[in-house]
Nanobody, 124 residues
Framework: QVQLVESGGKLVQAGGSLRLSCAAS????????TGWFRQAPGKEREFVAA????????YYADSVKGRFTISRDNAKNTAYLQMNSLKSEDAALYYC?????????????????WGQGTQVTVSS
């Protein structure tokens, strides 16, 4: 079992930056791939970014590529999502997730564990 708790979401102005954190407890977090997803009101949950535990490859949705960075500190059992140049369309509830595998990480079905989400609001 892995428990995930996101934090860091808040109201930010368009063009600003925010860093989300995902604190993990339970099994060794370093042996899980980490993903970030988001869901805006009335929309489907969508993939944002992922970090594979094997090889440490990173993956990004086209909409955030070049603006968002996923990282992880295994010593702190915490994953991060650095978000820069925020746009109004980035506003959503952001979820952290953990997957035992390292492939198909853009698919939310690959993940076994999910946090409760943290809200990001972007004002224009």
């Amino acid at each position: 079992q892995v428990q995930l708790v996101e934090s860091g979401g808040k109201l930010v102005q368009a063009g600003g930056s925010l860093r989300l954190s995902c604190a993990a407890s339970g099994r060794t977090f370093s042996s899980y791939s980490t993903g970030w997803f988001r869901q805006a009101p009335g929309k489907e949950r969508e993939f944002v970014a992922a970090l594979a535990w094997l090889g440490r490859n990173t993956y990004y949705a086209d909409s955030v590529k070049g603006r968002f960075t996923i990282s992880r500190d295994n010593a702190k059992n915490t994953a991060y999502l650095q978000m820069n140049s925020l746009k109004s369309e980035d506003a959503a509830l952001y979820y952290c997730a953990a997957a035992a595998g390292w492939s198909n990480l853009a698919n939310d079905n690959s993940y076994s564990y999910w946090g409760q989400g943290t809200q990001v609001t972007v004002s224009s």
